[in-house]
């Protein structure tokens, strides 16, 4: 069956530490993959796109790999603030614009 | 700029019962998704419109039908609610081919 997989158990980590999160998929090839932050009580925001011809992309503490032969992309937060703690999703595209995402990360940052 | 609305924002319905949750953009955005969301778990996408005028069935589909009423509306019923249909479900709108999605502040509904 297709799926899009991420670690279920929460990652705790120490502020200044960097979180990196991993996200893998079978029996897709997708042009692109993207990450969210979802708080809380609230809907997930976009964080960071990468395409499938790009192995690395950066947005200030924000890194995302992107391994179309492995199927995996790697999220990695530097200089971690307890301020990231959230929960983190991969999502791409499955078919026809369906946007499927995985079951997402809770990141913890310590101070 | 209200972005994505969805209401209600709460709603507790009995078995059996009846309800229509709405979904409205203003950005233009040719997508509209539904997903739910169990404690735990992720996004599940439950029906999704690529387009004005189509829509097309997501992960779980069963016990709910939409409707793509215009280019900003995207609503969701549940014809007849049952005690796992109890979620928090959130509306989703993308423009573009690989646009961000936009989420609703999602709504929270038990069926008992």
């Known amino acids: 069956s297709q799926k899009i997989e991420q670690n279920s158990e929460a990652l705790n980590i120490q502020e200044g530490k960097t979180a990196t999160l991993t996200c893998n998929y079978t029996?897709?090839?997708?042009?692109?993959l993207q990450w969210y932050r979802q708080d809380p009580g609230r809907g997930p925001v976009f964080l960071l796109l990468?395409?499938?011809?790009?192995k690395e992309k950066r947005k200030e503490r924000l890194k995302v790999t992107f391994d179309t032969t492995l199927k995996q992309s790697l999220f990695h937060i530097t200089a971690s603030q307890p301020a990231d703690s959230a929960t983190y999703l991969c999502?791409?595209?499955?078919?026809?614009?369906?946007?499927?995402f995985g079951s997402g990360t809770r990141l913890q940052v310590q101070p | 700029n209200a972005g994505v609305t969805q209401t209600p924002k709460f709603q507790v319905l009995k078995t059996g019962q009846s309800m229509t949750l709405q979904c409205a953009q203003d950005m233009n955005h040719n997508s509209m998704y539904w997903y739910r969301q169990d404690p735990g778990m992720g996004l599940r996408l439950i029906y999704y419109?690529?387009?004005?005028?189509?829509?097309d069935k997501g992960e779980v589909p069963n016990g709910y039908n939409v409707s793509r009423l215009n280019k900003r509306e995207f609503s969701l019923r549940l014809e007849s609610a049952a005690p796992s249909q109890t979620s928090v479900y959130f509306c989703?709108?993308?423009?573009?081919?690989?646009?961000?999605?936009?989420f609703g502040q999602g709504t929270r509904l038990t069926v008992v």
């Open positions: 419109s690529a387009s004005e005028g189509t829509t």
């Open positions: 029996n897709y090839s997708p042009a692109y």
């Open positions: 989703a709108s993308r423009g573009g081919q690989w646009g961000e999605a936009f």
């Open positions: 990468i395409r499938e011809n790009e």
């Open positions: 999502a791409l595209d499955t078919g026809r614009r369906a946007l499927t």
